[in-house]
């Protein structure tokens, strides 16, 4: 199966602040692969899909990038509503994976 | 407007079985693959079982394999998931998801609220 490591586990950050989390494969999975938002008690939100497009009603701020093995999902300015946890999916080969997920908090 | 429902979730014995259901609502459940995402309490997501459209293809999580049917009955805008031999470490959240596609680019677009299931003596 193909792994996705998640980096940072968690982060403290401030309105207003550029924040970035990284996910690296294990291989090569082209463009398949997209960002999830869960708030604490809510189902997950799809926020991009194919490395880098944005789904419907997604804020601007939210942006990714990269290729192959190295993704990165980046928020320009956080606001109050972005503090959640945040995960990666590869979807290029089963058994699909998601990394461990990336904790925003308020510092 | 999308709507999945999940149900069946509840307290079941290590050994035991349980069908959990999604209903599905405000979209053609026909022209649409389904998943089943879990969460076990505090931990992180983990795939657990796609099925396609028209039921020709299903895979699953390597740890579900053998134990775990995923199901869908489109005339009934609905999905199930089926758990044998249930574990311990099978106690989570079990969300059923809405695959969508762009291209090759395949995503989760819809999720339901969620059923908790726990295993427990």
């Known amino acids: 199966a193909i792994q996705m490591t998640q980096s940072p586990s968690s982060l403290s950050a401030s309105v207003g602040d550029r924040v970035t989390i990284t996910c690296r494969a294990s291989?090569?999975?082209?463009?398949?692969l997209g960002w999830y938002q869960q708030r604490p008690g809510k189902a997950p939100k799809l926020l991009i899909y194919?490395?880098?497009t944005l789904h419907d009603g997604v804020p601007s701020r939210f942006s990714g990038s990269g290729s192959g093995t190295d993704f990165t999902l980046t928020i320009s300015s956080l606001q109050p509503e972005d503090f959640a946890t945040y995960y990666c999916?590869?979807?290029?080969?089963?058994?699909?994976?998601f990394g461990q997920g990336t904790k925003v908090e308020v510092k | 407007e999308v709507q999945l429902v999940e149900s069946g979730g509840g307290l079941v014995q290590p050994g035991g079985s349980l069908r959990l259901s999604c209903a599905a609502s405000?979209?053609?459940?026909?022209?649409?693959?389904m998943n089943w995402v879990r969460q076990a309490p505090g931990k992180g997501l983990e795939w657990v079982s796609y099925?396609?459209?028209?039921?020709?293809?299903?895979h699953y999580a390597d740890s579900v394999k053998g134990r775990f049917t995923i199901s869908r009955d489109n005339a009934k805008n609905s999905l199930f998931l089926q758990m044998n031999y249930l574990r311990a470490e099978d106690t989570a959240v079990y969300y059923c998801?809405?695959?969508?596609?762009?291209?090759?680019?395949?995503?989760?677009?819809?999720w339901g609220q969620g059923t908790l299931v726990a295993v427990s003596s």
């Open positions: 099925i396609s459209k028209s039921d020709s293809a299903r």
């Open positions: 194919g490395i880098s």
């Open positions: 998801a809405r695959g969508s596609f762009f291209g090759p680019t395949k995503y989760f677009d819809y």
């Open positions: 291989q090569d999975i082209r463009n398949d």
């Open positions: 405000g979209f053609p459940f026909n022209n649409h693959e």
């Open positions: 999916l590869q979807d290029y080969s089963y058994p699909w994976t």
